[in-house]
């Protein structure tokens, strides 16, 4: 049948249907092989990836087995149990020596690599730095201290990979401004954690290097996208780490694992040699923060970033040093409160927080003041999606090369995939009995002209403007608000974009925005679970239920917020919340 055809619509004197028959077929085969030869291609990047982390695993894990044996009178638990502030007191007076600090901090991430799948890489130029602090004039601020740090900010001689494929051929030359600022400052970055892939996810799962596990409980994600920053932090085996954020990726594994995180307003800190997976996108700008286990050691990581050596290296960097006098005021606060977004109602526990630390801040003496953020809904699907898809999520789609997709991903790519025309028709039909999940797909059909983009860039600024005025009218300070948890189980994050609407309105608005532990998931709080309906009783409010799930006895945290370029009176707020929730658990 197929040669009959042919001869209808070729020329009987110039072509042989038996000869283009043959060629048709002879072309499709090689169209097959060529595709199986691009994908393995690519399962072989992937396994050499691996193979090579693998090794350098077990050259690190060598590494401490000799220091071990050299030094075997090592007080492991004492060292890890250390804060910062007292660890690099006795680094800096000599009584710990940052060898013995930096191999018992390896020794541990190596213990929690192992149980979470957290580090993509060690980096073994650390004994490099070991050895150059020994040489420098002066002591930094983080002297001897072991740091980790994500994925994406470049470390000379290694891979930045945003968990992709295409990232694992070329290692980047040069070392980001924030890893030469902690070099100079007397730290010692010593190993790069895992991320899902492309960064777009809080989740932390990607095909290369696989799933990293919540520390506190294995059958619960980390978070993300910093989430093996989270992992490795909360297991004890960094004791400050680095990490991104763009819609909450700092915050949601602080959230998740009981750590606290900070988000500092964009270009408080350089991004200079940072990578992502889709570059240029500037209404809602990716920032650089620090992950630890306690407030002080966010506001000395601040304090050592924030000084002149940054400040030359970038001069985008506006050359503001850390206000310690901010920092250390005592004076009684202004804050604004609300333990609900009016969009993607949080489990019960995440509230309770709210409403236990707003009684504990009253009776302190501070002044509590209801502030509400309006249209949460409208930032979500206006401001915030239609930035990072204002291409009909083409230019992410790209970054999956041959089609390798993260199971953790495969709900938003799928939705990313559907033609223009196709969101909005769903979106038409699904609008009087889905209205969250019909203007989702919507924001995902994206911006179609230069006119609209800029209308879209005006619409964030003009909902900033009036999110300032309506904070000055209240004479506000800062603001405590709910922070999405707790720690979902995994799988889970990829169908519930839209729920990181309490960490992504501040990136959005770019105000420093930090995270505190203050409680733990009580079995109360599991039963009243059970009665959870959220706003719309739609299939992501029954979604969250499954996935806060199972939760006693994980922490529960909860989100301190300042104006833009008030870093300190951020984490000086959260300082007091982080005192208060202590002097209550001791209690």
């Not at 030469?180 to 492309?198: C, D, E, W």
């Not at 489990?347 to 707003?358: D, G, L, N, S, Y």
């Not at 196709?422 to 609008?431: S, V």
């Not at 009036?466 to 994050?493: H, K, M, N, Q, S």
Request: aromatic share 6%; glycine share 8%; hydrophobic share 40%.
């Amino acid at each position: 049948m197929i040669q009959q055809q042919l001869r209808q619509l070729l020329p009987e004197r110039e072509v042989d249907p038996s000869a283009a028959l043959a060629l048709l077929c002879s072309s499709a085969a090689a169209v097959v092989v060529w595709k199986w030869l691009g994908k393995r291609q690519i399962q072989k990047k992937m396994e050499e990836a691996r193979r090579t982390r693998d090794e350098g695993v077990k050259k690190m894990a060598k590494a401490v087995q000799q220091f071990r044996e050299q030094v075997p009178s090592v007080q492991t638990d004492a060292i890890l149990s250390l804060p910062l502030l007292q660890l690099t007191e006795r680094l800096r007076e000599g009584s710990l020596s940052p060898k013995t600090v930096l191999y018992t901090y390896l020794e541990k991430a190596l213990e929690v690599t192992q149980q979470t799948n957290c580090l993509r890489h060690f980096i073994p130029e650390c004994e490099d730095q070991l050895q150059e602090i020994q040489r420098q004039k002066e002591k930094g601020l983080l002297y001897g201290i072991p740091v980790s740090i994500k994925d994406h900010i470049s470390h000379k001689g290694h891979l930045s990979t945003c968990g992709l494929v295409q990232c694992l051929d070329t290692p980047v030359q040069e070392d980001s401004v924030l890893v030469k600022v902690l070099k100079s400052q007397g730290a010692i970055p010593f190993a790069m954690t895992n991320v899902p892939q492309s960064l777009f996810n809080y989740d932390c799962s990607n095909p290369i290097f696989g799933q990293t596990l919540n520390p506190l409980n294995h059958q619960k994600s980390p978070g993300g996208s910093s989430g093996g920053e989270g992992a490795l932090i909360a297991g004890g085996g960094s004791i400050l780490g680095i990490g991104s954020d763009v819609g909450g990726s700092i915050r949601l594994p602080s959230s998740f694992c009981g750590l606290c995180g900070l988000k500092p307003t964009a270009e408080r800190l350089s991004l200079s040699g940072v990578s992502g997976s889709v570059s240029g996108i500037l209404a809602v700008p990716w920032v650089l923060g620090p992950i630890a286990r306690d407030v002080d050691s966010l506001a000395l990581c601040m304090k050592a970033l924030l000084c002149q050596e940054m400040f030359q290296l970038d001069p985008t960097v506006p050359p503001i040093p850390f206000d310690e006098e901010v920092y250390s005021s005592s004076a009684p606060l202004r804050v604004g409160y609300y333990d609900t977004d009016g969009y993607f109602p949080l489990p019960p526990c995440m509230r309770r927080a709210v409403r236990e630390t707003r009684e504990a801040l009253q009776a302190a003496g501070h002044q509590l003041v209801p502030f509400s953020p309006p249209r949460i809904h409208y930032v979500m699907t206006e401001l915030f999606l239609k930035t990072f898809f204002a291409d009909g999520g083409h230019a992410w789609l790209d970054v999956f090369t041959g089609g390798i997709v993260d199971p953790s991903l495969k709900s938003q790519v799928n939705s990313c995939k559907i033609p223009r025309l196709g969101k909005k028709l769903l979106a038409l039909i699904l609008k009087p009995l889905f209205p969250r999940l019909a203007d989702y797909l919507s924001a995902l059909g994206g911006i179609r002209s230069v006119k609209e983009m800029w209308n879209h860039h005006h619409q964030i600024e003009a909902y900033r403007t009036e999110i300032i005025t309506r904070w000055r009218e209240l004479r506000l300070d800062v603001v405590l608000c709910p922070v999405l948890g707790p720690a979902f189980t995994t799988g889970y994050a990829g169908k519930l974009l839209t729920a990181i609407s309490s960490t992504m309105l501040y990136n959005v608005l770019n105000f420093p925005a930090g995270v505190v532990p203050v409680s733990t998931v009580t079995e109360a709080d599991e039963e009243e679970l059970k009665l959870y309906q959220g706003y719309c009783d739609d299939p992501w409010d029954r979604t969250l239920k499954q996935a806060v799930a199972g939760a006693v006895g994980l922490p529960v945290a909860v989100q301190c917020v300042a104006l833009p370029w008030r870093e300190e009176l951020c984490l000086r707020f959260m300082k007091e919340v982080e005192t208060l929730s202590r002097e209550k658990r001791a209690a």
